[in-house]
C-alpha cells in the first residue's frame, strides 16, 4: 500500500475566488498529471485536508481520475479538529461539504472543535506517520500557510524513509504556457 500526502496553497493566497478562474484550470491539469503519475506508480490512497485551494481541489480531480483507473485508488479528507470550516461563509461550507461527500473516507483527527495549536500539529504528525509521500503545490520563494506543513516534512523526511515532491510557480508557469500554446493551436 502506498499512501500520498497532497497538499498547497490556499485559494486566496494564489488570488483564485472562483472555479472557472484560468489559474484554477491550470492548476488542476497540473494536479491531474502528477496524481495520474502517482497512481500508476502504485499509490492507493490519496490523503489530503479540507482546507480551500490545493487540498479541495486534488479531490475534486481524484474523483475525476476514478474513470481512468477505475478501483486502483482511493481518496481520504482528513480535518485537524471537530467543526473544522464551521466559520466559513456558506459556500464554502458548502465545498467542503461536498468535498468530504465525494471521499472514500473522512474523519477528524483531534474529536474536539479547535481548542489550540497543538490539535494542527498533532494533525500533521498523523499525516505523516499515515503517509509515504507528500506533494505539496508550493513555493519556497512565496511563503504561505503551507510553510507549517513543508517544515515538519522536512524535519521528519531528515529522519525517515519519506518522499517529498514540490510543484513551485516556476513549474506552474510552464503548465500555464503549455496550455495557454495548446489553446492558440486548437484555434488555429
Not at 23 to 48: A, F, H, P, R
Not at 59 to 72: F, I, R
Not at 168 to 178: C, G, K, R
Request: net charge negative; with cysteine.
Amino acid at each position: 500500500m502506498s499512501r500520498l500526502w497532497i497538499t498547497g496553497y490556499r485559494s486566496y493566497e494564489l488570488g483564485i475566488f472562483k472555479n472557472n478562474d484560468p489559474k484554477k484550470t491550470v492548476i488542476d491539469k497540473v494536479i491531474k498529471d502528477n496524481l495520474s503519475q502517482e497512481i500508476m506508480d502504485g499509490v492507493d490512497w490519496i490523503i489530503t485536508g479540507g482546507q480551500l485551494g490545493i487540498e479541495q481541489w486534488s479531490v475534486e480531480v481524484a474523483n475525476q481520475l476514478k474513470s481512468e483507473y477505475p478501483d486502483e485508488f482511493k481518496t481520504s479528507v482528513m480535518l485537524p479538529f471537530q467543526k473544522f470550516g464551521e466559520k466559513w461563509n456558506d459556500d464554502n461550507k458548502m465545498s467542503l461539504q461536498r468535498c468530504i461527500q465525494h471521499s472514500d473516507f473522512s474523519a477528524s483527527v483531534s474529536n474536539e472543535p479547535y481548542k489550540s495549536p497543538i490539535q494542527l500539529k498533532a494533525y500533521q504528525k498523523f499525516m505523516l506517520t499515515h503517509t509515504d509521500k507528500a506533494l505539496l503545490i508550493y513555493d519556497l520563494d512565496h511563503e504561505g500557510k503551507t510553510k507549517y506543513d513543508y517544515n515538519q516534512i522536512k524535519q521528519y523526511s531528515d529522519h525517515n524513509d519519506y518522499d517529498l515532491r514540490m510543484i513551485d510557480f516556476d513549474d506552474l508557469q510552464e503548465a500555464a504556457t503549455e496550455y495557454e500554446n495548446s489553446i492558440k493551436k486548437f484555434k488555429e
